[in-house]
T-cell receptor
């Protein structure tokens, strides 16, 4: 079984603060992929990043950075110098199912973290 | 089209009626997914199509739910004898490839279903 836990339901910060969104996952698969998606108020989910389980290198893209730690089954997302436009719901997701093959292609989402950035 | 298109964007129906939700994926995308998002909740996986076949239907909540895909293109999600707990936003997503090669999923704006 696959599970993604985003323990932070809501986070509120003031503009220019750094904020980290936590994601912990569970899977029995040795090969899997992790994703982060952003859902702004308009509702349409926007892809942010995809990482495979063999690549633990941290990634930085502008103000966004991701910390993948296989030892703790975590894939945390940090926004540096947050802006009001970062306000959205952020979802972490896990793609697995290769070991048993029965969940091939099933992308399991966490419950999401609502981020509000105040001016 | 340019993106994933879903229709209707909003549907209000009475309990017990059947509804059909449609998804037009991005042209050429072989993988298609349906998710359900209840108010304030995460995304709940319903079904995944690779081409026209559905290797994973494990998320369909009950036998009132069914989905099909034709021509490796349009997909229809049908809910029979709707119940109030079916009220949610139904999201469709497509991906250029599926399975192990699944990369970015492109989501539509969703169909908001309200069952009175």
């Amino acid at each position: 079984a696959q599970k993604v836990t985003q323990a932070q339901t809501e986070i509120s910060v003031v503009e220019k603060e750094d904020v980290t969104l936590d994601c912990v996952y569970e899977t029995r698969d040795t090969t899997y992929y992790l994703f982060w998606y952003k859902q702004p108020p308009s509702g349409e989910l926007v892809f942010l990043i995809r990482r495979n389980s063999f690549d633990e290198q941290n990634e930085i893209s502008g103000r966004y950075s991701w910390n993948f730690q296989k030892s703790t089954s975590s894939f945390n997302f940090t926004i540096t110098a947050s802006q009001v436009v970062d306000s959205a719901v952020y979802f972490c997701a896990l793609l697995g199912g290769y070991a048993g093959g029965t969940s091939y292609g099933k992308l399991t989402f966490g419950q999401g973290t609502i981020l509000t950035v105040h001016p | 089209g340019a993106g994933v298109s879903q229709s209707p964007s909003n549907k209000v129906t009475e309990k017990g009626k059947d509804v059909e939700l449609r998804c037009d994926p991005i042209s050429g995308h072989t993988a298609l997914y349906w998710y359900r998002q209840r108010l304030g909740q995460g995304l709940e996986f319903l079904i995944y199509f690779q081409g026209n076949s559905a290797p994973d239907k494990s998320g369909l909540p009950s036998d009132r739910f069914s989905a099909e895909r034709t021509g490796e293109s349009v997909s229809t999600l049908t809910i029979q004898r709707t119940q109030q707990e079916d009220s949610a936003v139904y999201l469709c997503a497509s991906s250029r490839r599926g399975g192990v090669n699944t990369g970015e999923l492109f989501f539509g704006e969703g169909s908001r279903l309200t069952v009175l």
